[in-house]
């Protein structure tokens, strides 16, 4: 199947550029805009604080005993607000109050919201996580969703703001402050909020005499969260002065209902169609390495805690790495970082594939697991490898939408290329991990005739005394089946990557002055 050229139907749009063509080739200089890049750095700071919480709180709650999966379950809804932003992303362009400014009007609010959250939460989180009996699973659910949503709200106006709080030249740098703040704020939240209100790792790690409980509590951790969130809010109220969009030549005002025919609009312009396409299967070549290979690990016997340390110390590496490609995916040309990293990736899942079949024969010593430090260097250098090739693929991709948004309608464009981006991944990890059993092909081994495949005929292997071994492992041939897929996806994608990066700002423009029936 073959993808048809774009026809360039936007090419003859009237002079509507967010940025001039002649400007956006200047080269990015931070010079007089740093205090605005360390503003937008703080801002998704903040953002990713409760996004680490919501992450964190499932850590918690699985330390009590009356915690069921179910429970899990249910607290896992808090993740939504941030694939459903889109819904209300229209109505966050279209209403504001033009003398606070058109994302001042909601930041600020969102954020004394989240503020006054986190006080409230301070007030009676020893309630909803007592030290003995059920934790208060429907209050905490209900918190923590109200709090991602909000939070998901800032993502659509700080993603709109950034569009134009930085010089034309250096709109590029704003994916390294969404992708260093957010992981910023993941840390710091998701650090405080286990390790440091443990008692065990204070005591071992952070007292010179042991002490009962953490360093802090989630109390005073919560009250100085909201303390900080507050005074931030204030600060950037009074300090902060937002552009007046109504100067600029391209303004224009749309009620939230044209808003929402606006979302419709862009979906509608032939290079989001194609980027949509694009966006959606991308990390199909990657969707077993990334999602199953873990969980392979962890069926081998390596202690999932253990993974988790590991993880937490990449994390740095997550953070460091936007700044070090800031100058290389601040250029024209993003993309191209974002393809010359892609056959790396779909190389390195044979690195995978090789490190899950041995780990059974390198973790295992006379019967019994055991792993080797040797084996923890190996396992830190390839999920710091994949991590720095996929933090490179998607930080180039942020700062392609950061380019081609349109800044008049940014949070409605940029959550668009956002949910798109992330549903490319939600789908395919979901597929990825749901067709493992099913291409997986067992045998009982004192009855061949007997495949293994209900709970009834493994319970009559048991009987007889044999044991389901596995024929043909479905990681393997799903992990085959995703790279071949990746390279035909690279194969089909890669010019048309390249044409649409090189179009004007003109061509990504939505043509409001087309009249609706």
Request: aromatic share 12%.
């Amino acid at each position: 199947m073959t993808v048809p050229q774009l026809e360039e139907e936007l090419e003859n749009l009237p002079a509507l550029a967010v940025v001039d063509d002649s400007k956006s080739a200047e080269k990015p200089n931070l010079k007089g805009d740093w205090l605005n890049f360390l503003l937008l750095l703080l801002l998704y700071t903040m953002q990713g604080i409760p996004y680490g919480l919501a992450l964190a709180m499932p850590i918690i709650l699985q330390n009590y005993k009356d915690v069921t999966y179910k429970d899990q379950t249910l607290f896992s809804f808090v993740q939504w607000p941030n694939s459903l932003k889109l819904i209300w992303a229209p109505l966050v362009d279209a209403l504001y109050v033009q003398k606070m400014g058109r994302r001042k009007s909601w930041i600020i609010p969102v954020q004394y919201s989240i503020g006054a959250c986190f006080i409230y939460m301070a007030g009676n989180i020893n309630k909803w996580l007592p030290e003995t009996g059920r934790p208060d699973i429907l209050i905490l659910v209900s918190v923590f969703l109200f709090m991602k949503t909000l939070a998901a709200t800032q993502d659509i106006a700080v993603d709109g703001w950034a569009l134009t709080m930085l010089k034309k030249n250096n709109v590029g740098f704003a994916s390294t402050c969404n992708a260093s703040g957010l992981l910023i704020g993941v840390m710091i939240s998701y650090v405080s909020s286990i390790l440091l209100t443990s008692e065990d790792f204070s005591n071992q790690y952070l007292r010179f005499s042991p002490g009962v409980g953490g360093v802090i509590t989630m109390k005073s951790l919560f009250y100085v969260l909201g303390i900080f969130f507050i005074l931030i809010s204030t600060l950037v109220a009074m300090f902060k002065k937002e552009k007046d969009n109504r100067l600029e030549d391209d303004h224009v005002k749309l009620n939230f209902v044209q808003n929402y025919l606006l979302l419709w609009d862009i979906l509608k312009l032939p290079g989001i169609q194609i980027l949509a396409l694009t966006l959606l299967t991308a990390k199909i070549g990657y969707a077993a390495t990334d999602s199953v290979s873990i969980l392979k690990l962890i069926d081998a016997g390596v202690p999932k805690e253990n993974i988790m340390v590991i993880n937490s110390t990449i994390l740095v590496i997550k953070m460091i790495l936007p700044f070090i490609l800031a100058k290389i995916t601040s250029g024209l040309k993003p993309m191209n970082l974002f393809l010359t990293a892609a056959p790396a990736r779909l190389l390195w899942n044979l690195s995978f594939l090789a490190f899950v079949y041995y780990t059974p024969t390198l973790i295992t010593i006379n019967g019994s697991v055991s792993v080797p430090i040797y084996y923890y260097a190996l396992l830190v250098f390839i999920l710091s490898i994949h991590d720095i090739i996929a933090n490179t693929m998607h930080v180039s991709a942020l700062v392609f939408f950061s380019r081609i948004s349109d800044s008049r309608f940014g949070g409605t464009y940029m959550s668009l290329l956002g949910t798109l981006l992330s549903l490319g991944g939600a789908w395919s990890s979901s597929v990825a991990i749901g067709m493992v059993d099913f291409l997986t092909f067992k045998q009982c081994s004192l009855d061949h005739q007997n495949s293994c495949s209900t709970k009834n005929l493994k319970n009559m292997c048991k009987t007889i005394g044999g044991d389901c071994v596995v024929i043909v492992n479905g990681y393997y041939v799903e992990t085959a089946v995703c790279t071949i897929m990746g390279i035909i996806w690279f194969c089909i994608f890669r010019k048309i990557l390249k044409n649409i990066q090189t179009k004007g700002r003109s061509y990504w423009l939505v043509d409001i002055k087309r009249p609706r029936k």
